[in-house]
Nanobody, 118 residues
Framework: QVQLVESGGGLAQTGGSLRLSCAAS????????MGWYRQAPGKERELVAE???????KYGDSVKGRFTLSRDNDKNAVLLEMNNLDVEDTAVYYC????????????WGQGTQVTVSS
């Protein structure tokens, strides 16, 4: 099993910044991809940012130029810097990890709330 520990999030004002971090532990063999997704009330879960084992980073269209994802390989962690926040960024943010062990497996964190007020 793989455990994901999320931290950060909280409340910010429009134009402000927040930081999310996610650290993985447990039976990690090879991280295929790791990143953040979010889900707002009444909406489907969507990609925020994700980094592959090769270092390729994909961002959701709505966060490009505002959010930055980085990785700490030694700690099996990712850090999401969120700048110029908008009320539309309000959602529960979930850390996601795809691990390739005996087989491919996807793990999700418990989610952390980000609320942006105007």
């Amino acid at each position: 099993q793989v455990q994901l520990v999320e931290s950060g999030g909280g409340l910010a004002q429009t134009g402000g910044s927040l930081r999310l971090s996610c650290a993985a532990s447990g039976s990690i063999v090879s991280i295929v991809a790791m990143g953040w997704y979010r889900q707002a009330p009444g909406k489907e879960r969507e990609l925020v940012a994700e980094i592959t084992k090769y270092g390729t980073i994909k961002y959701g269209d709505s966060v490009k130029g505002r959010f930055t994802l980085s990785r700490d390989n030694d700690k099996n962690a990712v850090l999401l810097e969120m700048n110029n926040l908008d009320v539309e960024d309000t959602a529960v943010y979930y850390c996601k990890l795809i691990n390739f062990g005996m087989s491919m497996a996807t793990y999700w964190g418990q989610g952390t709330q980000v609320t942006v007020s105007s």
